[in-house]
């Protein structure tokens, strides 16, 4: 029975809306690091203009590449049970939502925040029901579990609009959805409440790392120290470059700028570097100061950028632009063995959400047995990083020494989408079925040619 209007005021003001605040808090601290608009290295108490900007140099938004370099391998291409050679009628649905694009913004948000939402609602199109999918970000929605680390459906599930003055807020339960504004001191006021058309509150969680305590940490919040870190050394090298990094001339013993001469003191400042300093006293002493060598900070650096790829489990190169190189491939491969391992973890944890938000959707639009399915899995393109010269060597010797039917590798070649793959099996079909037909026309005609045969078919017909 859907909560009274009453009772979802009350939910809304004395429970979820502090503790969507106190969250938003939080993951308004992750966007800063992920969107490279973090707080700044700490300064000195009335710091110049000047070193505020060496600040702003000094910052890398590092943590946002880490998270593009996982999401970059995932990417899903179909949706079928294991017995169907096709995707499921539900591919239709994913397509009619834009989700071979919109699938990438739910995957970086599970991955920075830790979680994301994809909102599924009833829907109409030209061919009849399609139901609507939709991504939330975590920062725009709150959803409350029984039992956070193994529950599918919320019980509620709070979707929060900013307005000119205050929020919209969407209140998704079983069956209904509630409508209420909320004011900038927190107070709801309730509007009015919708059917859904769903018998769960119809709302599916991505996350990133879900733990037995229903913790799903992402991947920016625990490399924020190291990450800041990183801008620390940076800070304290273009600190150093900008001020120590060159020689500093000296003079002693100079006679003709040992007064208080203003103008004296403002000549010897306008040096040039073709000058020659020339004096007619033997005690004057030119000298130098060495300048701060900079190869420490250097290195330093990239030091701290090696341990946040070896914590983040992304390959090295994909953080410190490509300098290791002349590697085997085995070695490569060894190099990226901690990415392919999160890369899967994540696809089976993405991939089983993507499976629960597409049978949600065929029973809005009531395919039972769409939405029956549960042996229904998402696949996922090879997004591996490899030279057409390895893959072609790896793949004929997987076709010819193991005898593995060339058509089942051709999803395995890189750049090869599943739509590429569905064109060539149809293309491949027509040829074997011309060929079939050919082979027909030919055994016919020979079969003419021979004059036994030909004598039996005149027979034949003269019988008739």
């Known amino acids: 029975m859907p909560l009274s209007q009453n009772d979802v005021r009350e939910l809304v003001r004395d429970s979820l809306w502090e503790q969507w605040a106190d969250e938003k808090k939080k993951l308004d601290k992750i966007d800063k690091w992920y969107r490279w608009q973090h707080e700044d290295p700490r300064l000195p108490r009335g710091a110049t203009q000047e070193l505020k900007t060496l600040i702003e140099l000094s910052k890398t938004p590092w943590l946002g590449l880490v998270v593009s370099t996982i999401a970059q ?21 994913w397509n009619a939502n834009d989700f071979d694009q919109r699938q990438t913004a739910v995957h970086r948000a599970a991955l920075a925040y830790g979680y994301s939402y994809v909102l599924v609602t009833p829907g109409q199109d030209a061919n009849g029901a399609r139901s609507v999918m939709r991504g939330v970000s975590p920062r725009k929605m709150l959803a409350v579990y029984a039992e956070p680390e193994s529950d599918d459906w919320p019980m509620f599930a709070m979707q929060v609009t900013p307005q000119r003055a205050g929020w919209m807020v969407r209140l998704y339960e079983e069956g209904v959805v509630h409508f209420l504004s909320v004011d900038g001191a927190g107070t709801p006021t309730y509007l009015e409440w919708r059917e859904h058309g769903s018998d769960v509150c119809p709302v599916v969680r991505y996350t990133n790392d879900l733990d037995l305590d229903g913790r799903a940490p992402g991947e920016v919040e625990p490399l924020i120290p190291l990450a800041g870190r990183v801008d620390k050394t940076a800070y304290d090298r273009m600190l150093t470059q900008h001020f120590n990094s060159w020689k500093v001339r000296t003079v002693a013993g100079l006679a003709e700028f040992a007064d208080n001469d203003e103008e004296a003191n403002r000549k010897k400042l306008k040096l040039r570097q073709d000058d020659v300093l020339v004096a007619e006293d033997h005690d004057t002493k030119f000298g130098t100061l060495d300048e701060t060598p900079l190869d420490g900070f250097i290195s330093a650096y990239w030091a701290d950028v090696d341990t946040l790829a070896g914590i983040a489990q992304v390959p090295a190169t994909a953080l410190n632009g490509g300098k290791v190189a002349n590697l085997s491939a085995d070695a490569i491969a060894e190099l ?116 036994q045969v030909a004598d039996l078919m005149r027979r034949r017909g003269n019988a008739d």
């Open 336 to 451: 990226r063995a901690g990415l392919t391992q999160k890369a899967f973890e994540r696809q089976v944890s993405f991939g089983k959400s993507h499976a629960q938000a597409l049978r949600l959707a065929a029973a809005l639009e009531g395919d039972t047995a769409a939405a029956s399915d549960v042996m229904a899995r998402v696949t996922w393109q090879d997004m591996q990083v490899r030279s057409m010269t390895q893959a072609a060597d790896a793949l004929g010797k997987y076709a010819t020494m193991l005898g593995v039917p060339p058509e089942a590798l051709w999803s395995r070649i890189p750049g090869v989408t599943k739509s590429d793959v569905d064109e060539w099996q149809s293309i491949a079909q027509r040829s074997a079925a011309r060929e079939r037909l050919t082979a027909v026309a030919e055994a016919a005609a020979q079969a003419r040619r021979n004059p």
């Open 73 to 93: 391998t995932l990417y899903v291409d179909g949706y079928r049970s294991p017995e169907q050679a096709q995707n499921s009628g539900a591919w239709r649905t």
